[in-house]
């Protein structure tokens, strides 16, 4: 597995371990020009979000111009939930913008041939069924919670993922 298929914030040792992570995945790859941007407005937001008029040390990253990751380290001030409400805020209003949604929990990413593949639920599904996708093909964890939990288990076989629930 290569490197780069891991967010560079999970590997930012700037930030410990248990700093807090959301996950977001856009309906639809974002063309370079549009990760540029967002990559652009999320360097903004982070550098000004605060939580009770404290800094929050935040970093945000467009990963695979499909994965809107953000990512708070609670060790320097912690989010509240007004600062996490900015953040959703901020991600529905880059949306927006965009003409993207970032809040379809119904997508799902898998690695293939060094390449995140994202698809929708219902084909996800035909695919298992079919046996185009193996119980141990590596899926994307988009309910990471945490730094470390987005370097270790970004990418986990399918059958260990949270997915098999719901699928």
């Known amino acids: 597995m290569v490197a780069t298929m891991y967010p560079a914030l999970a590997t930012n040792n700037a930030f410990h371990p248990d700093s ?3 996950v977001y995945t856009a309906e639809r790859s974002l063309s370079d020009a549009e990760a540029m941007a967002v990559q652009q407005h999320l360097d903004i937001f982070t550098k000004q979000w605060t939580a009770h008029n404290q800094q929050l040390k935040a970093g945000g990253e467009l990963f695979a111009n499909r994965y809107l990751i953000l990512m708070v380290d609670e060790t320097q001030a912690g989010a509240s939930g007004c600062s996490i409400d900015k953040s959703v805020h901020f991600v529905e209003s880059l949306g927006a913008e965009l003409g993207i949604d970032f809040f379809n929990r119904m997508l799902f990413g898998s690695l ?56």
């Open 112 to 167: 293939e041939n060094n390449q995140i593949e994202v698809r929708d639920i219902n084909t996800f599904r035909e695919q298992l069924r079919a046996g185009e996708l193996a119980n141990d093909a590596l899926v994307v964890n988009t309910l990471c919670q945490t730094r470390q939990e987005l370097e270790e288990k970004w990418l986990l076989p399918y059958s260990q993922s949270w997915m098999p629930r719901i699928i």
């Open 20 to 22: 807090r992570v959301w």
